[in-house]
């Protein structure tokens, strides 16, 4: 990637729009162009375009879930021509261009362009957009915890948070979900003594104190904390096979019994 992708352009915001109960539509916005990522609801892009006086440029679609693309067919209706660009498979209606790993996306109008990385696991056609020191990754990794195996294989997603973790440190993790203080949560039961843990708890629940949201954060971050990308640290292996029938023999063990435990957590 080119030093001219290591930031977003100047010009360009991130703004996370809430939907639903704990939803983020995140639009990147130049203060006449928006492209929005996962709009699970219209209706809340449409009121932040108005009141912003935006105009709808473009849309990028991570993965099929209804509370990630149940906005499509409305926003394209009022710009029928704009670009939606999602996984391949022709399984989500509204997609204009299918894309897959290694593919640029090019925004010319808010001058950004993303490379495309598959990250299956929370489903199959799981993709994410990186670039500009940023990654929209949907639900696969959220702050402090990952995204349920609703479609792929343990192995899967272990493969893909381990992508995400090579990232470079301060790469800013765009997730879809509001669930921070609930992964915390699970992440102190696994990791009791994690001091940088507790103080980034500490710091959490000042934010949603003041209603204010706790993304993005970043890998460095979340490499410290969250305990589905630590699976090769003692404690967390200590804590996941407490949890286990079986000996767990590599980290792929590990983060399947730890995301088996957060799922009855």
Known sequence: MSTSLLTLPDDVSVTAIPAFTDNYIWCLHNNVDAVIVDPGDAEPVLRFLKQQNLKLA?????????????????????????????????????????????????????NCEFTVMEIPGHTLDHIAFYGHGAIFCGDTLFAAGCGRLFEGSSEQMAHSLSKLKRLPDNTKVYCAHEYTLAN??????????????????????????????????????QKAVNPFLRCQHEEVRSAAQAKSEHKLRDDVAVFAALRSWKDKF
């Open 184 to 221: 915390i949560k699970f992440a102190r039961e696994v990791e009791p003594n994690n001091t940088v843990l507790r103080d980034y708890e500490i710091w959490a629940r000042q934010q949603r104190d003041q209603n204010n949201v706790t993304l993005p954060s970043d890998i460095a971050t």
């Open 58 to 110: 473009a849309i990028l679609i991570t993965h099929h879930h209804h509370d990630h693309t149940g906005g499509i067919t409305r926003l394209t209706s009022t710009r029928p021509a704009i670009p939606v660009i999602g996984p391949r498979g022709n399984h989500i209606r509204g997609i204009t261009k299918s894309v897959t790993q290694g593919d640029t996306v090019h925004l010319p109008v808010i």
